[in-house]
């Protein structure tokens, strides 16, 4: 039986594996070595119950106790903190899903990707933190490394069986967020509330309102490049309000291929789980009667400067993506915080690349974990300095 483990299982993608495991044959058809979360012990310990895990992990050694009452008479190990989330990190698995929001994911995915067969790479975070590292952990081992984002996805299936010398340019769709037709103004006093409202996907709280920055987008430009080894000139942003098309790629001779399906994460969690077969998914079907029209439109990078600072970091490199992803996580912080507003955060992302981009954009050789971890806690210090000196309000 494959050996399956999720990081991440309590969240939206990690939900979303789980359906997938169950309708696929459960316990009966996986051995599930580890399932970890954070707050939501009650899911967590349902999730791993059902499953017949062999431990479930929450990353808050405070509630320890909490999961340890929900699993009791189960026979699934119940551990809690950094340290038993590193162990269960490097139990062996054949597959892995990295579901962890935000740098928290790096080091278990990091892990993880020298003891599994198979990396299922859903925090994007990772790559623009620590791409080069993270790439190198899955070739030393021999572990495949598969994108879950829909678009890097998309990018990955249209590629199947292409000549990679012949790949021109990628086009990643974006949905343009809740506030794609606001005006600057307009988006000045936009609540997190109406921030996390995505018009077309169903995700984590964090990402939704990333989606509504497009930092997530300006996230994904970084991810394209590391995992398709593309120059960020290759990368154009196509902004595409019914998020039907996942992301194309153009070749040399003009033709452009591009990946469809409805907005269901399980689309790109089960192409990964599959892969390389294609089974059938419990996906709506895509209708184009329905549908009838698909829009396109260019990306605007005055009312979204995250797009621009994205491709500022990629030309710094080195450890810069860990200094903007941090300050990111940070703003994000704030502005769910309520210390400040919707536009500051592209503002405090701005200064803190200012303060420390020069220097972090030095490194440019692969580095160690505990690199990319000081750079992040000296971002987010930066960070709330920034947001110190501008709060109250
Ligand atoms: P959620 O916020 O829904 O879930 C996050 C998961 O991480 C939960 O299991 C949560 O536990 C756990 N968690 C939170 N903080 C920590 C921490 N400090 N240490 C360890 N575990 C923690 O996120 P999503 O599922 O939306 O996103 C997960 C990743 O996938 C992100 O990197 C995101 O960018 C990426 N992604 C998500 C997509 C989506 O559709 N949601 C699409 C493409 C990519 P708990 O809930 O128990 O507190």
Same mark, same amino acid.
């Given at each position: 039986?494959?050996?399956?483990?999720? *990081?991440?299982?309590?969240?939206?993608?990690?939900?979303?594996?789980?359906?997938?495991?169950?309708?696929?044959?459960?316990?009966?058809?996986?051995?599930?070595?580890?399932?970890?979360?954070?707050?939501?012990?009650?899911?967590?310990? #349902?999730? $791993?119950?059902?499953?017949?895990?062999?431990?479930?992990?929450?990353?808050?050694?405070?509630?320890?106790?909490?999961?340890?009452?929900?699993? /009791?008479? /189960?026979?699934?190990?119940?551990?809690?903190?950094?340290?038993?989330?590193? #162990?269960?990190?490097?139990?062996?698995?054949?597959?892995?899903?990295?579901?962890?929001?935000?740098?928290?994911?790096?080091? =278990?995915?990091?892990?993880?990707?020298?003891?599994?067969?198979?990396?299922?790479?859903?925090?994007?975070?990772?790559?623009?933190?620590?791409?080069?590292?993270?790439?190198?952990?899955?070739? $030393?081992?021999?572990?495949?490394?598969?994108?879950?984002? &829909?678009?890097?996805?998309?990018?990955?299936?249209?590629? @199947?069986? #292409?000549?990679?010398?012949?790949?021109?340019?990628?086009?990643?769709?974006?949905?343009?967020?809740?506030?794609?037709?606001?005006?600057?103004?307009?988006?000045?006093?936009?609540?997190?509330?109406?921030?996390?409202?995505?018009?077309?996907?169903?995700?984590? $709280?964090?990402? /939704?309102?990333?989606?509504?920055?497009?930092?997530?987008?300006?996230?994904?430009?970084?991810?394209?490049?590391?995992l398709f080894d593309v120059t960020p000139e290759q990368i154009e942003v196509v902004v595409h309000p019914q998020s039907i098309i996942h992301s194309m790629v153009g070749f040399a001779d003009g033709s452009i291929m591009a990946q469809l399906g409805p907005s269901d994460m399980r689309g790109a969690i089960g192409f990964a789980l599959n892969y390389p077969e294609r089974?059938?998914? =419990?996906?709506?079907?895509?209708?184009?009667?329905?549908?009838?029209?698909?829009? *396109?439109?260019?990306?605007?990078?005055?009312? *979204?400067?995250?797009?621009?600072?994205?491709?500022?970091?990629?030309?710094?490199?080195?450890?810069?993506?860990?200094?903007?992803?941090?300050?990111?996580?940070?703003?994000?912080?704030?502005?769910?915080?309520?210390?400040?507003? *919707?536009?500051?955060? &592209?503002?405090?992302?701005?200064?803190?690349?200012?303060?420390?981009?020069?220097?972090?954009?030095?490194? @440019?050789?692969?580095?160690?974990?505990?690199?990319?971890?000081?750079?992040?806690?000296?971002a987010r210090r930066k960070a709330g300095e920034w947001v110190g000196a501008k709060a109250p309000r």
């Amino acid at each position: 039986m494959r050996r399956i483990s999720i *990081f991440g299982s309590t969240g939206s993608i990690g939900q979303n594996t789980v359906d997938l495991l169950e309708r696929q044959g459960g316990s009966e058809a996986y051995d599930v070595v580890c399932l970890t979360g954070a707050r939501n012990i009650a899911l967590l310990a #349902e999730q $791993a119950k059902a499953l017949r895990a062999d431990v479930a992990v929450t990353a808050v050694p405070d509630l320890l106790d909490d999961l340890k009452a929900a699993l /009791s008479g /189960s026979g699934v190990e119940a551990a809690a903190g950094p340290e038993a989330l590193r #162990e269960a990190s490097a139990r062996p698995s054949d597959w892995v899903m990295s579901a962890i929001v935000g740098s928290a994911g790096l080091e =278990p995915g990091l892990i993880a990707a020298a003891h599994c067969g198979t990396l299922a790479l859903a925090n994007k975070e990772s790559l623009v933190c620590a791409g080069a590292l993270l790439e190198e952990t899955c070739a $030393a081992h021999d572990t495949r490394l598969l994108p879950v984002d &829909s678009e890097h996805s998309a990018i990955f299936q249209a590629l @199947q069986g #292409e000549d990679r010398g012949a790949l021109e340019r990628i086009l990643l769709t974006a949905s343009g967020g809740p506030f794609r037709n606001l005006t600057k103004a307009e988006m000045r006093d936009v609540t997190p509330e109406q921030a996390m409202a995505h018009p077309n996907w169903d995700m984590g $709280a964090r990402i /939704s309102i990333d989606s509504a920055t497009m930092f997530n987008k300006a996230l994904e430009l970084i991810e394209a490049h590391v995992l398709f080894d593309v120059t960020p000139e290759q990368i154009e942003v196509v902004v595409h309000p019914q998020s039907i098309i996942h992301s194309m790629v153009g070749f040399a001779d003009g033709s452009i291929m591009a990946q469809l399906g409805p907005s269901d994460m399980r689309g790109a969690i089960g192409f990964a789980l599959n892969y390389p077969e294609r089974i059938k998914l =419990p996906l709506e079907r895509l209708d184009f009667a329905t549908l009838k029209r698909l829009d *396109f439109m260019a990306e605007d990078r005055d009312r *979204f400067p995250a797009l621009q600072l994205a491709r500022d970091v990629m030309a710094a490199g080195g450890l810069t993506g860990a200094v903007f992803n941090a300050a990111k996580e940070a703003a994000l912080d704030a502005f769910i915080a309520g210390q400040i507003g *919707f536009l500051d955060m &592209s503002d405090l992302v701005t200064y803190v690349l200012d303060n420390m981009g020069p220097e972090a954009s030095d490194i @440019q050789n692969t580095v160690s974990l505990e690199a990319v971890l000081d750079y992040d806690t000296r971002a987010r210090r930066k960070a709330g300095e920034w947001v110190g000196a501008k709060a109250p309000r």
